[in-house]
T-cell receptor, first 109, second 117 residues
């Protein structure tokens, strides 16, 4: 079963714009992680936010976490064509990650 | 540092045939995972190993799927016999042991894309 659900399922933006993806999860988590997957490739870890954190930054990425609403958001600023990929959130329980269905982001040059 | 290695990258077989996938995790990572990813979906855990012990195989269809991790390093995942519905990407991931008991970052291999005809 999927833990998280990303919203929107697909997003298309122009290069240079910001992209925001949302994630909702169902059960308690120790942390929430975001991964990127380019077509035909494995997943690449982007950022991890712990349950006692509310916001985290890494380069052009900004992640927020609201444990009361069981939701998270991923913001990619100044998007690039190379950011085109699927983005997955994953709720981390004890020793297990449970992934959502992903948001497919297309950045148009 | 070498990443997670998987082979083969692609496999096409006829239904009812056996198939095996191989994974070599990142050196020093004692936790190894096998995931199944269907088209347009996120990965779903099949089995998790801590060293050579399968500590979570609740999602592994044991009638046709089996896995092993001899010596706590490389792992193989086998399907016998394969069915049409097994067509998917099989991902292997590894992680180092968590100090806090929570779930740390996982590092994924490129996956094996299986097509069952």
């Amino acid at each position: 079963s999927q833990q998280g659900e990303e919203d929107p399922q697909a997003l298309s933006i122009q290069e240079g714009e910001n992209a925001t993806m949302n994630c909702s999860y169902k059960t308690s988590i120790n942390n929430l992680q975001w991964y990127r997957q380019n077509s035909g490739r494995g997943l690449v870890h982007l950022i991890l936010i712990r349950s006692n954190e509310r916001e985290k930054h890494s380069g052009r990425l900004r992640v927020t976490l609201d444990t009361s609403k069981k939701s998270s958001s991923l913001l990619i600023t100044a998007s690039r064509a190379a950011d085109t990929a699927s983005y997955f959130c994953a709720g981390a329980g004890s020793y297990q990650l449970t992934f959502g269905k992903g948001t497919k982001l297309s950045v148009i040059p | 540092e070498a990443g997670v290695v998987q082979s083969p990258r692609y496999k096409i077989i006829e239904k009812k045939q056996p198939v095996a996938f191989w994974c070599n995790p990142i050196s020093g990572h004692n936790t190894l995972y096998w995931y199944l990813q269907n088209l347009g979906q996120g990965p779903e855990l099949l089995i998790r190993y801590e060293n050579e012990e399968a500590v979570d195989d609740s999602q592994l269809p044991k009638d046709r799927f089996s896995a092993e991790r001899l010596k706590g390093v490389d792992s193989t995942l086998k399907i016998q016999p394969a069915e049409l519905g097994d067509s998917a990407v099989y991902l292997c991931a590894s992680s180092s042991q968590s100090r806090t008991g929570g779930q740390e970052t996982q590092y994924f291999g490129p996956g094996t894309r299986l097509l069952v005809l």
